[in-house]
């Protein structure tokens, strides 16, 4: 029961019967004009008439054909796409493919993917397409070994992806949810292998409650899928700093354009505004806050007391402060009233550009007090704006990943979680229909295979381990 | 002396039995030997066979043509149908036995099977020439040439009997325990570990109050283990087994002999089995429970002697008796036999290929407790496999695997030869990932039909077969054919919580129904009666189980059929032996350790080996795939 199942869906491609179709972004990471999403297997066609609407319908298309219409996402309109179609065996994989080329965007990309998902494709497992193709003889015998190297590397990466979206709050969670499943499993094969045993087996409303409990779970971490909101939300970003600190300036300057009232006078920003901001195909959700200072009327109070609210729900905060007036004192003082513990923290000393206009030895008393982890810039020129990005990608993902990656390791949890949560429904109605412990052991098994990807396989030992350590076993 | 033999079985056990009556029937010239010819087939611990997983192994051992279903059912003297509130994979057959009549009926069955000759002595060595066993070596000193030998050597390798700080060397109480082999094979190459088990005291009914204790009856119909037509008993003659439970005081005076257990003060290195603790391990490990509940079991039909189940013990003699006084019902009693631990030489079974022959040595096969098991049916069906491998190898034909699809047996030892055991395996429904498949109900539809092909399973179990599924069929065709009218049945849904009809629907329709029982209800309309009665064959009843289970579990059945298909495609790769890992640089280092060592015959077995990730595999598959 171990991997078997991972596997068995996996890999039963070059074995022929009914093999999945599968699914993958094939274009490079980040906001390129266009972005692909190929698919692959004998129900690529039905798949994408499933979400493709325009003249002619993929399955009725021949091959090498290019379609154009809109990709549905439920009655809205994801997209306008154009589709290529491949048959059997002139393709990449030397099955059925459909290509579809969106506008380039990752949440359009990734949305994509997740509806193709949920219409029953299959996420690519790492290297899978070209090992379709090689298993189905469109590569060459002597590129085996390249082949395998694929396999691995892109395991590889999608393993450390996952490793390190597991961090924080979010492993926690899993890990709460896989002990709760092997319990409610255990409970289950209890009774049906120690039903003889002197032992309190659960009763159905119990059960009942604790499925219930595990499927709010899932729901919870499909919904709050930390790269799925990176994706879909973007990061959330706090700019702040004391009134006059260059705050909607920089933010002008990281979004190229006029939002925010760029104005000398203190208390300008009276409430948050956001923006969203891309780096490398990352969204950060940028809010410009008002400014840190005691506020002089109710209004700047609001606006004031909804900084910090903000901040207290945000991962990344840009602390910038006027080089040219502030003390470290003070800003010190300042990031002791903001900082949390999971906050990212990038501190911008601003205003360079004044600084460099200052006598010699003024400058160099300014410049020798900013602290080596502070960023020296200024915002109104463009050119220090990018190492303000690469800051802020660092922070947020992590510089040995690509955001493209991202994506895929995302979809492939979304994926677990999906399928994890309808076995689950299965198992509830069951339960509700009252059908024997056996068969209700059949849908919990495919909800922990599914979830295996995500929490680490459970093994029957893992089970077995639960009952003999909480049930006197053994007559 | 003695002559040469095509194959050798060294023990008298389940295993060894099977072994040799496989062997034998398949028409190999067989040597049984055991160190006392008076102790063949013994129940060496409880007497009882099957029970939830177990009995679906017994079931299959039937099919195939091993004898342990046939004995149990001579020699039962109760038997249970357990789990029957759960669906048809959960029931599970289960008997007492009389523990002598199941000897006695063991030794006369291999006593009349032509081809098995026995000797009575001592095996200390094996004669091995190059990386193949040639025949074994005895205390005696005699030599025994044979063309494959089956080790079943059970408890007895070094076999160490612990009660309180007492031990000694033994095999069982009372027997000696053999020595020589572990140490040769060590020698040669092989691993060996230690494991320990437990058995409870035996004592005197005629000392019991069982006016104190709930009694457990019998089932009120006897369908019994074997396809074949056995004679059983009749349900009023069944003998009832008896509960009651320890206490407080009990448990105190248990803890009085602590300081001289051999498993506290760490004499005893063996791990145990966890599902089969001693008394002594139920109250320190689950301290808030004040009792525990015991199984009054006879040993027989006419014998004094019981066995308590639940009391497995190696607390001093004087210690087990003071505590089972303290016992209700047991305020008199006197005992025969005290509780023992007994620990025993094993060989890690990833040793082993699927035939249950070992990798290092051509032509020696393990079966049982050696392989780390533990278990009358575990033991049982292992010598029954290597019984069969043994002769289809001497004369070069394929050797039977079972598949984790096919057989709980397909489970046993693939788990065993791939993932190995750390504790004494025992046989859980859990483990089996295609249970709804391996049922007790079709063990003859599983796996008679191969059996019979190589010549095991006899000419009438496979005529069985064939008429339960002609049988099948017929009534198949006449429930979705026949239109039931509303008047004859809505009482009876209506009684049963289920929506009475408006018009005639066909009787396919309502047989699904979860609460509409066929055999009960549906057969007793006068049309399907008659029907019924047309049919005139001894296999109806199993007939219309077959029926009402594919009705009613469909679904079910299909998912897991087109699962174990999928999986079948991974198991359809197969691996050579000599593929070096080590020359494949993508798979990860443990990877490549773990396949070298247990070199998996399949791309679906290298998948369960702990540490092969999906990645490997998906390696492997482009490696073995063109």
Known sequence: MRNLRNIEVNMEVGMNKNPDTIAAIATPPGIGAIGVIRLSGNQAAFLADSVFKGKKAVKSSKGYSILFGKFKDGKEILDEVLVSVFKNPHSYTGEDCVEFSFHGSPYILQRALEILIEKGARLAEPGEFTRRAFLNGKLDLSQAEGVADLIVSESKTSHDIALNQMKGGFSTEIKKLREKLIEFAALIELELDFGEEDVEFANREDLKKTVKKINTVIHELKASFKLGNVIKNGIQTVIAGRPNAGKSTLLNALLKEERAIVSPIPGTTRDTIEEILHVNGVAFRLIDTAGIREATDTIEAIGIQKTYDEIKKSSVLIYLYDATTMTQDEVNADLAKLVHPDLQLIILANKRDEVEKMYDNLRKFVEDAIPANHLYISAKQPNYIHQLTDQLYLKAIGNDLQDQQIIVANVRHYEALLQAGKSLDKVLTGLETGITGDLLAMDIRQSLFALGTITGEVDVEDLLDYIFSKFCIGK | ?626
């Open chain 2, 1 to 626: 002396m003695l002559g040469e033999y095509d194959i050798i079985v060294v023990g008298a056990g389940h295993a060894g039995c099977e072994a040799a009556a496989a062997a034998a029937n398949l028409g190999s010239k067989v040597l049984l030997i055991t160190m006392d010819m008076q102790r063949i087939g013994q129940m060496s611990c409880n007497p009882a066979m099957g029970g939830v997983a177990k009995g679906q192994i017994v079931r299959e051992i039937d099919a195939i043509g091993g004898y342990s279903g046939i004995i149990s059912d001579k020699t039962m003297i109760q038997f249970r149908m357990l789990n029957r509130s759960k669906g048809p994979a959960m029931w599970s057959p289960r008997a007492q036995n009389d523990r002598w009549r199941f000897a006695e009926e063991w030794r006369l069955m291999l006593e009349q099977t032509p081809n098995v000759d026995f000797w009575q002595d001592m095996v200390s060595g094996l004669l091995i020439e190059g990386n193949k066993v040639k025949g074994i070596r005895t205390g005696m000193g005699i030599e025994v040439k044979a063309k494959a030998v089956v080790l079943t050597n059970g408890t007895f390798l070094n076999g160490l009997i612990h009660i309180g700080e007492k031990k000694f060397g033994g095999g069982r109480m009372a027997e000696s325990a053999a020595k020589g082999i572990t140490e040769q094979l060590v020698e040669i190459g092989f691993d060996s570990g230690r494991m320990k088990t437990g058995t409870p005291p035996r004592v005197d009914a005629r000392s019991l109050n069982y006016e104190l204790m709930e009694e457990q009856l019998g089932d009120e119909e006897i369908t019994g283990f074997s396809f074949l037509d056995i004679e059983k008993i009749k349900p009023e003659q069944q003998r009832s087994c008896h509960i009651t439970y320890t206490n407080e005081e009990v448990h105190d005076i248990l803890r009085t002999g602590f300081d001289q257990s051999p498993m506290f003060t760490g004499r005893i290195q063996g791990l145990g089995p966890r599902y089969c603790p001693s008394i002594e391990d139920k109250i320190t490990r689950f301290t808030d429970k004040d009792r525990h509940q015991l199984f009054v079991e006879p040993e027989g039909w006419n014998t004094v002697e019981v066995y308590i189940n639940g009391f497995s013990s190696s607390l001093p003699e004087d210690v087990q008796l003071k505590a089972l006084r303290k016992i209700q019902g047991f305020e008199n009693l006197k005992m025969f036999r005290p509780g023992y631990a007994i620990e025993y030489d094993y060989f890690p079974p990833t040793q082993l290929s699927h035939t249950l022959e070992t990798k290092l040595v051509e032509n020696l096969y393990f079966a049982g407790q050696i392989n780390g098991t533990t278990g009358y049916e575990e033991a049982a069906c292992q010598g029954l496999m290597a019984g069969i491998n043994a002769h289809l190898k001497n004369h070069g034909l394929d050797q039977m695997v079972l598949s984790r699809s096919e057989a709980y047996i397909g489970v046993l030892i693939d788990d065993l030869i791939t993932k190995g055991t750390e504790e004494p395996y025992r046989m859980f429904t859990s483990r089996a990932e295609y249970r709804i498949l391996l049922r007790q109900d079709n063990a003859d539809i599983r796996l008679t039909p191969k059996f019979h092909e190589i010549g095991l399973a006899s000419a009438e179990r496979y005529e069985n077969v064939k008429e339960k599924l002609s049988l099948s069929k017929k009534i198949l065709d006449f429930i979705n054919n026949y239109s039931v009218e509303p008047a004859l049945v809505n009482e009876y849904l209506a009684e049963n919580g289920s929506a009475e009809l408006n018009q005639k629907v066909k009787l396919s329709t309502l047989v699904p129904r979860p609460n509409v029982s066929l055999q009960k209800f549906i057969c007793q309309i006068p049309d399907v009666q008659s029907f019924i009665a047309s049919l005139d064959s001894k296999r109806t009843i199993e007939a219309l189980e077959q029926v009402e289970i594919q009705l009613k579990y469909s679904g079910y059945i299909e998912r897991e059929k087109e699962n174990a298909e999928k999986i079948g495609r991974l198991e359809d790769f197969k691996i050579k032996d000599d593929l070096d890992y080590h020359l494949i640089p993508s798979l990860s280092m443990e990877a490549r350790q773990k396949l070298s060592k247990i070199k998996p015959s399949t791309l679906g077995q290298a998948a369960r080996i702990s540490g092969v990730s999906p990645a490997d595999i998906s390696v492997l598959m482009v490696f073995l795939g063109r």
